[in-house]
Structures are given as structure tokens and as C-alpha cells.
């Protein structure tokens, strides 16, 4: 009568060390549930407080950008919008130092996209301007009138026409310089996305990263048509848009701007190209800018976050954040 007694203790005794280690697993993967979740709670906090202090930076060169519009209205690369910050501390980020490292673009010294096509119809000037951008910095001609299509698909009616019609002259212009690139006509609607950044760009079939990576340097997309400002572009851009311009003699004219003869207006810059034949009212380029890329990093030794923003400066309120774009 003893060992049926002794079998019941023991299946006891087993039944409840079975019950222990399901109580003890369940534990366990509740607490590493919980550690997950404690992990991604601090992880959101962390992003969070790293895209305020990044805010903040763009609140301080939304700032250098208005003081520096009150100083002069002319935009020069000696601003002092054109001073990096590398490396400052900003604070804690995570429990680590924080630094941020920042600069200011002037997408004026660029050629713009956005100016392909203008009331419903391309530019006729502005299309061989790209052409001819693209051609001396390296991207073939197939793949600059790949770029130029897809642009003008998407801005035929970026704006209202106006209620002048196009003369003779001009019309046939502008549809050769839609022929230039490709298309026979341009459509009344738009028929892609509109483009924000040249980096959406790299989404359309057939154009490659390389040659986005070869125009970065020279080309951006604003929301409007923009003039380049002589006091900022490179020689690569001005040798573009004023026909006749070699490069050569546009890094020339440029050594002097850049060791202090800034041009003081567009006539300024008309008469020292030396280039007679030129009209002034044909050279729309000027010395002053509206349009600014923020570009800020965000680092500690265990994580870097990144953020970019358009601002749009009138010179008479503080800039405006057009668009941002975070990342890590």
C-alpha cells in the first residue's frame, strides 16, 4: 500500500516542477517583452529629443539668414549664412554628448529645373541652358533629355497661363526645344508626380544614380522659377546659361568675384563678361538669393541623425520652412 502512495507524491512533486518552469518561462518572456518595449520607448524618446535639437538649428539659421538679409540684400559667398557648424555641443542625447554639424546651401547659385517650362509651354533658353550644363559636368545627352521629359510632364500646368499668347517666333521655339528633348508635344495636363527634390529623380526608369550624382553639385527643383545668382554659382553653371561663355573664361571671371570683386548688380556682371554681343535684358542673372538648403547632422558616438530643409527667404520676415526631410 506504500509505493502507489510514493508514485502519486512523486507525479505530484513532477507536476508541480512542470507548473514552476511554465510560470518561470512565461516570466521571462513577459520581462523580455517588457525590456523590448522599455528599449523601444527610450528609442522614440531619443529620436524625438535629436529631431527637436535639429529644429532648433534650423530656428537659428532661419535666424542667421534674416540678420544677414537686414545687413545687405545682396547674396554673397562671404555671408555669414555660409559659415559651417562643425562639431558644437548641443547637449545630451541618449545619455552621450550631442554635437551638431550644419551648413547652409545657396540653391540659387543652381540651375532649376522648375524653369524648364514656363506657362504650360517649354523654354526654349532655359532648355539648352540644361542641355549644355549637362554636357560639361559629364551626363550624356540621352540621359539629360530623359531628366528634362520627365520634368516637363509634370509641370505643364504648374501655373496659370498667361493671357499673352506666343508669337510666331517664340511658339516655334519652344516646340523645338520640346523636340530637343525628346517629345513632339507637351501635354495640356500633368502626367507624372511633381518632382520636390532632384533626389525623386532617381525613382524614374532609365535615369541613373550617376548622373543624378553628377548634376547634384548644379541642379536643384524649387517650387518656383528662380534666377542664378552670379555672387554664388560655379563656373560650370554661368558657362551654361550665357551662351557663348566657355568655361574657361567663366572660372576666370569668377577668380576675381570670388577674391572679393563681387557683382554689385546684373549690369555689373553683363559688362565684365566682356561679351559685347550680349544684351542685358537677355542676362537674367542676378546677385541676390531666396531659396536656401538646410543640411544638419545630429551626432553621438552611438547614433547619427540627419535632416534637410527648403527655406524660402523674402528678406523681410524670418525664412520659411518649406519642406523637411529627416533620416537617420
Known amino acids: 500500500m506504500i509505493r502507489p502512495a510514493n508514485a502519486q507524491s512523486g507525479m505530484a512533486v513532477i507536476a ?23 528599449y523601444g520607448v527610450q528609442n522614440e524618446h531619443t529620436r524625438l529629443q535629436g529631431q527637436w535639437l535639429l529644429r532648433g538649428e534650423i530656428s537659428r539659421s532661419q535666424v542667421v539668414l534674416y540678420d544677414e538679409a537686414r545687413r545687405t540684400p545682396v547674396t554673397r559667398l562671404d555671408g555669414r549664412w555660409r559659415q559651417p557648424r562643425n562639431g558644437a555641443i548641443v547637449g545630451q542625447l541618449g545619455g552621450a554628448t550631442a554635437r551638431i554639424f550644419s551648413e547652409i546651401d545657396d540653391e540659387q547659385a543652381k540651375f532649376n529645373l522648375r524653369n524648364l517650362v514656363d506657362n504650360g509651354e517649354m523654354d526654349a533658353r532655359e532648355t539648352a541652358a540644361f542641355l549644355r550644363l549637362c554636357a560639361l559636368v559629364g551626363v550624356s545627352r540621352e540621359q539629360a533629355s530623359l531628366i528634362a521629359r520627365r520634368v516637363a510632364t509634370s509641370l ?4 496659370s497661363p498667361g493671357n499673352e499668347q506666343l508669337n510666331d517666333q517664340d511658339a516655334q521655339a519652344a516646340q523645338a526645344a520640346a523636340e530637343s528633348i525628346g517629345l513632339s508635344h507637351l501635354s495640356r495636363r500633368e502626367l507624372a508626380p511633381r518632382l520636390r527634390d532632384l533626389s525623386d529623380l532617381l525613382a524614374v526608369p532609365g535615369i541613373s544614380a550617376s548622373s543624378i550624382t553628377r548634376l547634384q553639385p548644379y541642379v536643384t527643383m ?20 550665357v551662351p557663348g561663355l566657355t568655361l574657361e573664361r567663366a572660372k576666370a571671371l569668377l577668380v576675381t568675384r570670388d577674391n572679393g570683386q563681387w557683382f554689385i548688380n546684373r549690369g555689373d556682371f553683363t559688362r565684365r ?13 542676378g546677385i541676390t538669393s531666396q531659396w536656401f538648403r538646410f543640411n544638419g547632422a545630429l551626432r553621438t558616438p552611438q547614433r547619427t541623425l540627419l535632416i534637410q530643409a527648403l527655406l524660402f527667404d523674402n528678406k523681410a520676415n524670418l525664412p520659411q520652412v518649406i519642406w523637411l526631410r529627416e533620416g537617420t
Open 222 to 241: 524649387l517650387p518656383q522659377r528662380s534666377w542664378i545668382n552670379a555672387n554664388t554659382a560655379g563656373p560650370e553653371v554661368l558657362a551654361a546659361w
Open 156 to 159: 505643364v500646368d504648374a501655373e
Open 16 to 38: 508541480m516542477l512542470l507548473l514552476v518552469a511554465v510560470i518561470a518561462l512565461m516570466a521571462s518572456a513577459l520581462l523580455a517583452r517588457q525590456t523590448t518595449v522599455l
Open 273 to 285: 563678361l566682356q561679351m559685347p554681343e550680349l544684351d542685358e535684358i537677355d542676362i537674367m542673372i
